[in-house]
């Protein structure tokens, strides 16, 4: 993971929000909303446009439109889903910021998993939410991200900062991890890693505590779920 994604999940995501500074009417925040959907598009335009702050500068279908109706419009947020077709949100995040390193982009996606969320985050996005947030987050969301804070739901924060115990997991205990997976025992691990068997309990715990699992399924299965193992076909 990189330095400066760990440096924001660390930090408190929701701190420093103070909605006085928000633009007044004469000042609207301008969003552009990218979305394959024509239905999900017209849906978040009316909700957006209901809000006295927020004015929706254009909409896109396309990362290719996207481009251009950041060119035509300069947008302050840009609301990004990330099934796309031909260019996904996560490519058309990275074109985006690669061209304006400053655009604010928050992604608002049915995608949940943690490679999904953490890719887009990595690539420049400022916050992730799913769409079935309600709408007083989502607009929330695109407040604080208008004023350049990281914005994710505590239970996608929680994940994230999950992720990050990735790095202390040894060598060792992703080996003994994927042999767990593999329905192996204790005893069938200590034989085939030539370590005792005690060790092999040692090691199969600290997986446990570091993925904050409580028991051996739940550990192969977010490790499995982030990544961090694979099981050959």
Same mark, same amino acid.
């Given at each position: 993971?990189?330095?400066?994604? !760990?440096?924001?999940?660390?930090?408190?995501?929701?701190? &420093?929000?103070?909605?006085?500074?928000? @633009?007044?009417?004469?000042?609207?925040?301008?969003?552009?909303?990218?979305?394959?959907?024509?239905?999900?598009?017209?849906?978040?335009?009316?909700?957006?446009?209901?809000?006295?702050?927020?004015?929706?500068?254009?909409?896109?279908?396309?990362?290719?439109?996207? !481009?251009?109706?950041?060119?035509? &419009?300069?947008?302050?947020?840009?609301?990004?889903?990330?099934?796309? @077709?031909? !260019?996904?949100?996560? *490519?058309?995040?990275?074109?985006?910021?690669?061209?304006?390193?400053?655009?604010?982009?928050?992604?608002?996606? &049915?995608?949940?998993?943690?490679?999904?969320?953490?890719?887009?985050?990595?690539?420049?996005?400022?916050?992730?939410?799913?769409?079935?947030?309600?709408?007083?987050?989502? !607009?929330?969301?695109?407040?604080?991200?208008?004023?350049?804070?990281?914005?994710?739901?505590?239970?996608?924060?929680?994940?994230?900062?999950?992720?990050?115990?990735?790095?202390?997991?040894?060598?060792?205990?992703?080996?003994?991890?994927?042999?767990?997976?593999?329905?192996?025992?204790?005893?069938?691990?200590?034989?085939?890693?030539?370590?005792?068997?005690?060790?092999? *309990? &040692?090691?199969?715990?600290?997986?446990?505590?570091?993925?904050?699992?409580?028991? *051996?399924?739940?550990?192969?299965?977010?490790?499995?779920?982030?990544?961090?193992?694979?099981?050959?076909?």
């Amino acid at each position: 993971m990189s330095n400066h994604i !760990v440096e924001s999940l660390e930090a408190p995501l929701r701190a &420093n929000f103070n909605p006085h500074s928000i @633009p007044v009417d004469d000042s609207r925040i301008k969003v552009l909303i990218v979305d394959d959907h024509p239905v999900v598009r017209v849906g978040l335009r009316t909700m957006l446009e209901s809000e006295g702050n927020i004015e929706v500068s254009g909409t896109a279908e396309s990362a290719q439109d996207a !481009v251009m109706e950041v060119q035509r &419009n300069k947008p302050h947020v840009v609301l990004m889903d990330l099934c796309m @077709p031909e !260019v996904d949100g996560t *490519r058309a995040i990275l074109e985006l910021r690669r061209t304006w390193p400053d655009l604010r982009i928050l992604v608002l996606t &049915n995608y949940q998993a943690d490679e999904d969320i953490l890719c887009a985050l990595q690539a420049g996005a400022m916050g992730y939410l799913l769409k079935n947030s309600p709408q007083e987050e989502i !607009v929330q969301a695109i407040k604080m991200v208008y004023e350049s804070v990281h914005y994710v739901p505590p239970d996608i924060e929680e994940r994230l900062l999950h992720m990050i115990s990735r790095d202390k997991l040894s060598e060792r205990e992703l080996q003994v991890l994927t042999l767990v997976a593999k329905g192996k025992s204790n005893k069938e691990i200590a034989k085939q890693l030539f370590i005792s068997d005690k060790t092999a *309990r &040692n090691h199969v715990a600290s997986c446990l505590v570091k993925l904050a699992c409580g028991s *051996r399924t739940e550990a192969v299965t977010t490790a499995l779920r982030r990544g961090l193992i694979r099981l050959s076909e």
